[in-house]
């Protein structure tokens, strides 16, 4: 719930245009602050509660948490809207993974090697994992440490430390606080002896409850005691209950307002499901339902690679499709004679054209035509893939060039445009309906290549 | 400052729809809350269904471990549906791939008595799908619908391109129609209006097209929560009707599903839960372990 310019500037002194802040008048002031365009502390007349109390109405909703440091750093919260139709989701939750101070030295290191090297280039990104948990479970507070020191020295990966023992907690906190590691879990029973801990050295916590309601008055009391880089864990217990928690919390932040609960959330498939794969189900629909950071128990490159891109996928910005550049590519290495495919292009519908190619060995043209990023047949939909532009794209992009023949090939789920197509091109090539899906087309191929060689 | 948690209360209602005859019947929608949102007030007295896929011929590509589950029975297709059974399917979906001018062009006539005989096998309501080529489906969809007069199938996909002529077949012989637009809520829309002008709306369910993880799946997601919030929250009643999310062949044929099984079955079951938790009501899934897997995430208690 931002607040709007109009109530700010009766908070400002309305001195007139003293200008001081930069700004011609006061409500300009309060304008550009409302929009985020400006800081409080550029006004040198407000007194000091006055410009607490802006700053805490000015901040955002759902308060930025980091956990780690320098490019591993991983940043969450500051999100802004509920559902992602409504704008985008900015911040993507960290994936970590658990390792107990119970497993022995070799699985142990097999799980330092996954974070470094389960990584997955993704139409032009890395995915990866990109946090570690480590969990005092052994009850030997030296196994722990050790563990720790271990972690520290060997990666440079953000940290997350589970201790139900305060001592056991800050003396690993102490060993990498210069990671920024999140201290987990800060509970009703001891944050009263955590708090002159904790800011000894600040770094995040991650407090847990029975319930929503009962991270309240725990939020409440770290905030006074000036912690505020928190993290919540409602304690639900199976994905019924994560849903109503998250969907809670989520709520409570963004559309009451809410501070007590305007803090990013961990959760524990890890702790949740006892099937590998029921884990990494359970951590999707975290994905969905708005988890800021989620710890796995473990994970191999065929269970990671889903999670990654569930991960991309809810977290790409619904207002910009993903894009290819409109040209011709080629697949192989296409001679005069080779296929001319002609697509749309939205990434994944040219991807799954150009693996399909590639899977039937056959070198082939494929033209991408500029569609705003729709897939066929919604592009088609929005007129953005008619004969007629298709006719004109095929004509300027230089294929004509390329090959002999004139035979072109159209996705068999906008057969229509065949008749307007070929008018456009003056009846100077012939359309070919192709296959309705790209699945078909490691059958379909072969025998057109065959045709326009012999 | 005090809490108080949001329970909201909404007025829109998804209609029910039944699809099947008699104690084959099976009632899908009719929620008036968002998906599992158990926590606000109303209900949701028809929990998300699953459906698995059997299609009219031998799939030719397939990975093995997708055929696994059926290799016995996989040239069948009514002892296919059958073998369903043992996986606690709610309803069977079959599609009639052969049928598909660029597949085999199969005739209308042989998949309407295919489509008989699978329904009169089982003992849960049948799906069944054309090959998606507009004019063929005419004649296929049609004459599947007079060969099956009055066993209530959920038949489609019903399109803009020739939802009168399905849809007349569809209602003249007591079916349930599926209602396909491509990935668009103003065409989505669009098409339940013309359609509920010569179509009762209680009996339409809506295919927004499911996309596979990694391949649009986000589309499908945003599009499926928005349908669904705008008919409960604004109580639109022209994305009113249950929603269908046929997913597993699109996840099946990603090549990440068919390197491997672990990762086929979370590609199909990371999709499949979103697709619920966006707000489908039914899925139709192609591995039997992908459904188990996903009743038991969202039984856990
Ligand atoms: S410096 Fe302060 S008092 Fe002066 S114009 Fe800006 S907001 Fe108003």
Redo the contacts between chains.
Sequence with gaps: MPIAGSEIVKMLPGKKPCKDCGFPTCFAFAMKLASGGATVDKCPYLSEEVKAKLVDLLAPPIKLVTVGSGENAVKVGNEEVIYRHEKTFVHSPGIALLISDKEDGAEVEEKIKKIKELQFPWVGVNLKANLLTLHFASGDKNKFLALVKKVYNSTDAGIILISEDLDVLFAARDICADRHPLLYPITKGDIDKAIPRIKENLTPVGLRGESVEQLIPLTIKLKEAGIEELVLDPGSKNLLEAIRDQTSIRKAALKQGFRPLGYPTIAFPAFMAKDGLKEMLVGSAFINKWASIIVFSDFDKYSLLPLLVQRLNIYTDPRFPMAVEEKYYEVGEPDESSPVLVTSNWALTYFLVSSAVEAAKVPAYICVKDAEGLGVLTAWAAGKFSGDSVGTFIKKCGIENKVKHRKLVIPGKVARIKGELEDALNLKWEVIIGPRETTGIGAFLPGLAKQLKG | ?D????VEAYTGVVREVTIGKGNKSLKIGGENILP????DQGSNPNPVKFALEILDMKP??WPEHAVEPFKDVISDPVSWAKKCRGFAVDAVSLFLMST?P??KNAPADKAAALAREVAEAIDVPLIVYG???EKKDVEVLSKVAEVCDGMNLLIGPVLKENYEAVGKAILDHGHTAIAQS???IN?LKELNVKLSKIFPPDRIVIDPLS?A???????S???I??VK?IGVITKDSMTMMPIIANLGGECW?T??AKE?K??G???E??TA??LL??GANILVLRHPETLK??K???E??
């Design positions: 400052m809490y108080k948690a949001p599992l949102h158990f926590f030719e590509d598909d660029a597949v090959s998606g080529d491509p990935l668009d065409l996309s993880l990694g391949y649009g799946m986000e589309y997601f945003s599009l929560e928005r919030q044929k090549k990440q491997n672990k990762q079955l979370l590609w079951g990371m839960l979103s938790l966006a897997l996903i038991e995430t969202i856990a208690r």
